[in-house]
């Protein structure tokens, strides 16, 4: 394992300034609202403050404060942070970050989690955290084969656990991180002691009896759903089936994997009436500007690819998933473009100990609010005493 540290050259900050500066805009149709993508005007707006306003040397700095390091697993490299706790008995927790997310995800966590006794909370009850980058994202960086999908990350997962001699622990995510959470409890159910998801992917099984089962506010999840399928998820298409052709004009123009990355932060929490509404503006420039200067959007984009098998039996009517023998725990944030539901949830995943339903919220949940997520995490992982 090589310790790491951030370093990005002048240069290529300059470069992404001068590509900024000279991007070419579209004739956009002058329509409200972001039913067609992210709006010209804001998106113009947000660039001209990348180009000129933001400070990358303090998001590295941020990073930096954190212990890093690089290391190969099956012919890739694996980058990630290892933020260890000073109190006796602290529990390993590996966190995985999903799409378009990093590892910036769950900056604002770490303090609580490895330190609570700095944030007032009861020191009996910390953490060792394993924080990866995904290969193919971030500083994980574009990998050199194929084959990169959910079973071999969740493998690659079990095998930095097992070096960096955590023989027991508990996995938690969203989106990726969620999938990858629950296949690596699948894989390795005698280290993990349970898994916390923060996106959880329910649908029917097609009987009509458990239609007959649902209430409004069920119904109400459904249709989300059923919208998320229709109208929110062009990317999963494009990313599931031409993810290098995409990758061109992603990995060539800084505006394109803005845009590309900054409408998911809008379209995936309904309460927000920018991006940066819940998350800030610079943290959401920083995960942007650490998928250009890693030059990630294209393998990020082939995670999709890998895995479409993986993401077809979960959107399938009537495939059960494959069985989870661990404890697992649910955090439902209301404000995420789809929710699941709990008696489908429950039907598919029987281990299901702890259920959570937070008002605010969305997709990117600890990144969005910390502190509940935090809060929640440390309740499941305190239900897990004894195993």
Known sequence: MRPYRIDIPDSELAD?????????????????????????????????????TYDWRAAERELNRHPQFITEIDGTDVHFLHVTSAEPGATPLLLTHGWPGSIVEFLDVIGPLTDPRAHDLDPAQAFHLVIPSIPGHGFSGPVAEPGWGVERVAAAWAELMR???YDSYVTAGG????????????????QVRGAYLSMLLTVPSGDPAEMGQLDEADFARLAELS???????????????RPLTVGYGLTDSPVGQLAWIVEKFHDWNKAVKTPEDEVGRDRLLTNATLYWLTGTATSSAQFYYESAAHLGKIFTPGVAPEPVTVPIGVAVFGQDASLPIRKFAERDFPTITHWSEFERGGHF?????????????????????GR
């Open 175 to 190: 989106d990726w991180g969620s999938i990858i959470s629950l296949e690596l409890s699948r894989l390795a159910p005698e």
């Open 227 to 241: 919208r998320f399928e229709a109208e929110l998820s062009g990317y999963m298409k494009v990313q599931t089936t």
């Open 16 to 52: 992404l300034r001068a590509r900024i500066a000279s991007a070419r805009w579209p004739t956009a149709v002058s329509v409200p609202g972001w039913e067609r993508g992210v709006p010209a005007d804001y998106l113009r707006e947000l660039a001209t403050y990348w180009q000129s």
């Open 163 to 165: 070096r960096l001699g």
């Open 365 to 385: 949940a600890a990144m969005e609010q910390p502190e509940l997520y935090a809060g929640d995490l440390r309740t499941f992982v305190a239900s897990l005493d």
